[in-house]
């Protein structure tokens, strides 16, 4: 009996032992992460194993650090994976000017993977789910535009190091959650629902004959309202794609159906069309009732919630709802990278 007594006693004391030392990994992990910034082989490998926190979403969610240190990842395997030197570019993350854009590109993918669980989050209060199941039928539709489902998974592992369930819940899911919160903001937000009310008003009184020029001076919204809504001459490149997928093919006198942009609701009519150089132009007229897009929407959601970044190199400006950097000459850095972007691969993609 004596025996059992000390065997019980010596597996307790192994596994205290175990825990104890667990613990303190956990701890150093945590000082080194939070307290220091570092990101290196042990702090990864600690990461993968337990979810410390890189950004803590209303008290409620989080972001962990394995997911953003995977997501990472991912794009550095992108950009190894893709021969962009045969088009005159190379993308290097391992110099220090590399190393900062890599930083930039980080920033960027834990901005995403906050977005994503406040969009998860607004979307459990309007009651929308979205199953694992949901997302694969979403998958197996889309599959059919890109190929057999063979060489969407080759891509996929070739390119960013997933199968297909990473990809699902990485990005299809994600997407689908967005897609739904957005359509339910449109049916629930006042101002959206009024903005809507009165643009379809605004066609009422056009197919009822009215003056265009002198529905625009009293409906639109746009400063082209004191013109009667005249926009002068377009080409269909300095258009926003919406309208100029519409009003391209119309002829002049045409009138366009109600036209939904970033910008709001629109009502265009053809006031002439000319060619110069081989180049089509149209002179257009415009009625517009702005909305809140989706995106601006979100982010004043976003600028409403309390958001806490952990990590030393990140803080959450809630002014502008986004996550940037402590440190100024990583800021300045990327100003001057965005300013000077042009034909820059690393800043493209």
Not at 113 to 129: D, F, H, T, Y
Not at 214 to 222: F, I, L, N, P, R
Not at 254 to 279: A, C, M, N, W
């Amino acid at each position: 009996m004596h025996k059992g007594i000390e065997k019980k006693v010596r597996i307790k004391i192994v596994a205290l032992s175990i825990l104890a030392v667990f613990l303190v990994l956990i701890l150093a992990t945590g000082i080194c992460i939070y307290g220091f910034g570092a990101n290196n082989y042990f702090t990864g490998k600690i990461t993968k194993l337990v979810p410390f926190p890189a950004a803590l979403v209303d008290g409620r969610s989080f972001v962990t650090i394995g997911e953003l240190n995977e997501d990472r990842s991912s794009v550095e395997r992108f950009y190894k994976n893709q021969n962009f030197s045969e088009i005159g570019f190379r993308v290097d993350f391992d110099t220090e000017d590399g190393r900062k854009r890599l930083k930039i590109k980080e920033k960027k993918l834990l901005n995403k993977l906050i977005e994503n669980r406040v969009v998860e989050k607004l979307a459990a209060e309007e009651g929308i789910s979205i199953t694992k199941e949901m997302a694969m039928q979403n998958v197996s539709r889309e599959m059919k535009n890109y190929g057999s489902e063979e060489y969407v998974k080759k891509n996929l592992l070739h390119l960013y190091g997933w199968n297909i369930d990473d990809f699902v819940e990485k990005l299809v899911k994600p997407d689908l959650y967005r897609k739904e919160l957005e359509s339910k903001m449109r049916e629930t937000e006042v101002d959206f629902v009024k903005a809507e009310e009165k643009i379809k008003k605004v066609q009422e009184e056009l197919n009822k004959k009215k003056d265009f020029s002198e529905m625009a001076t009293k409906y639109s919204e746009a400063e082209s309202a004191k013109n009667g809504g005249d926009l002068g001459w377009f080409t269909a490149d300095q258009m926003i794609p919406e309208i100029a997928f519409s009003v391209f093919p119309m002829k002049k006198g045409d009138r366009s159906d109600i036209i939904e942009s970033p910008l709001g609701f629109h009502i265009i009519q053809v006031e002439d069309r000319k060619t110069e150089d081989g180049i089509d132009k149209v002179k257009v007229r415009q009625i517009l009732v702005k909305t809140k897009n989706f995106a601006g929407w979100l982010t004043e959601k976003e600028k409403n919630m309390d958001i806490y970044i952990p990590l030393k190199e990140y803080y959450w400006d809630r002014d502008r709802a986004v996550v940037d950097f402590t440190d100024n000459e990583m800021k300045d850095f990327e100003s001057n990278l965005e300013k000077n972007s042009a034909g820059d691969i690393s800043v493209l993609f």
